[in-house]
Nanobody, 125 residues
Framework: QVQLVESGGGLVQAGGSLRLSCAASGLTFSSYNMGWFRQAPGEEREFVATISWSGGTTYYADSVTGRFTISRDNAKNTVLLQMIGLKPEDTAVYYC??????????????????WGQGTQVTVSS
């Protein structure tokens, strides 16, 4: 059974930092591209960042480029999202997701096969 468990969310002031972690089990982690998405109340789930199975390719949403960094540790079955310079508009539930299609890195949430339950990030102004 595939499980993705996010952690590291919380309440932070604008300009602050958080590091989200996603621990994966029940899958061959190094055979999956991994992504982070977020969903604010009343909004659709949106792409944040993605990383290829090897870690060699990363993509970011324009809104987070330069502030967020995605990374992975295949030995620990973990993907991280380091967030700095947080803004109130970053407030959302953050989800990690796994995509078995390693031939292309996708930004669409519809392309991902497995999802975690999410972790809340709240940025106060």
């Amino acid at each position: 059974q595939v499980q993705l468990v996010e952690s590291g969310g919380g309440l932070v002031q604008a300009g602050g930092s958080l590091r989200l972690s996603c621990a994966a089990s029940g899958l061959t982690f190094s055979s999956y591209n991994m992504g982070w998405f977020r969903q604010a109340p009343g909004e659709e789930r949106e792409f944040v960042a993605t990383i290829s199975w090897s870690g060699g390719t990363t993509y970011y949403a324009d809104s987070v480029t330069g502030r967020f960094t995605i990374s992975r540790d295949n030995a620990k079955n973990t993907v991280l999202l380091q967030m700095i310079g947080l803004k109130p508009e970053d407030t959302a539930v953050y989800y990690c997701a796994a995509d078995r299609d390693v031939f292309r890195v996708w930004k669409s949430p519809n392309k991902y096969d497995y999802w975690g339950q999410g972790t809340q990030v709240t940025v106060s102004s």
